[in-house]
T-cell receptor, first 117, second 115 residues
Framework: AQKVTQAQTEISVVEKEDVTLDCVYE???????LFWYKQPPSGELVFLIR??????QNEISGRYSWNFQKSTSSFNFTITASQVVDSAVYFC??????????????FGKGTKLTVNP | KAGVTQTPRYLIKTRGQQVTLSCSPI?????VSWYQQTPGQGLQFLFE???????NKGNFPGRFSGRQFSNSRSEMNVSTLELGDSALYLC??????????????FGEGSRLTVL
């Protein structure tokens, strides 16, 4: 069965600090996708990144960076120079391979990030 | 481009009642998924519809059902409500065809409270 673990329930940092959100996953599939979503107080989940299982290159997008390591089944997310607007709940997710295609995601429990001014 | 629209945003029901939630996907998106979010269980997949057919279903009892219309709009229904059904119900749409992308676009959700 697919499983995503986000061990950090809550993290609190001061503005401009760097912060890393951890994500560990379990799957028997050889082909899968990993994601990060951000959920601000408004409720909607905002897509941040998708990474497929064959691409272990790290990715950087502005202040955001992601580190994918298949050897440790981890897909960690780092925010550099955090800002108050980064305060949200962040979810790591894994796609499950199903016959006929599907958009089903298995989510971790989320990490609530609070960035204090 | 309009985002995913969910109605109603908030609703209160009593145990035993039923509820219908509506989701209008982004124009052109053919896949609609539903998720339940609770503090205890987190985000859990309910079901996904593609071209009016249920393509996948999560581990929820038969009281939870859904459907998709020809214009891709979707509804989900929960019958015989229980206190534990109180949750934020999130709808997500995707432009995907038969492939798996998982780039879901979420609505703001319908917050259901069961008293």
């Amino acid at each position: 069965a697919q499983k995503v673990t986000q061990a950090q329930t809550e993290i609190s940092v001061v503005e401009k600090e760097d912060v890393t959100l951890d994500c560990v996953y379990e799957t028997r599939d050889t082909t899968y996708y990993l994601f990060w979503y951000k959920q601000p107080p408004s409720g909607e989940l905002v897509f941040l990144i998708r990474r497929n299982s064959f691409d272990e290159q790290n990715e950087i997008s502005g202040r955001y960076s992601w580190n994918f390591q298949k050897s440790t089944s981890s897909f960690n997310f780092t925010i550099t120079a955090s800002q108050v607007v980064d305060s949200a709940v962040y979810f790591c997710a894994l796609s499950e391979a199903t016959r006929g295609g599907s958009e089903k995601l298995v989510f971790g429990k989320g990490t609530k990030l609070t960035v204090n001014p | 481009k309009a985002g995913v629209t969910q109605t109603p945003r908030y609703l209160i029901k009593t145990r035993g009642q039923q509820v219908t939630l509506s989701c209008s996907p982004i124009s052109g998106h053919r896949s609609v998924s539903w998720y339940q979010q609770t503090p205890g269980q987190g985000l859990q997949f309910l079901f996904e519809y593609f071209s009016e057919t249920q393509r996948n279903k999560g581990n929820f009892p038969g009281r939870f059902s859904g459907r998709q219309f020809s214009n891709s709009r979707s509804e989900m229904n929960v019958s015989t409500l229980e206190l534990g059904d109180s949750a934020l119900y999130l709808c997500a749409s995707s432009p995907a065809g038969t492939g798996q992308t998982g780039e879901l676009f979420f609505g703001e959700g319908s917050r259901l409270t069961v008293l």
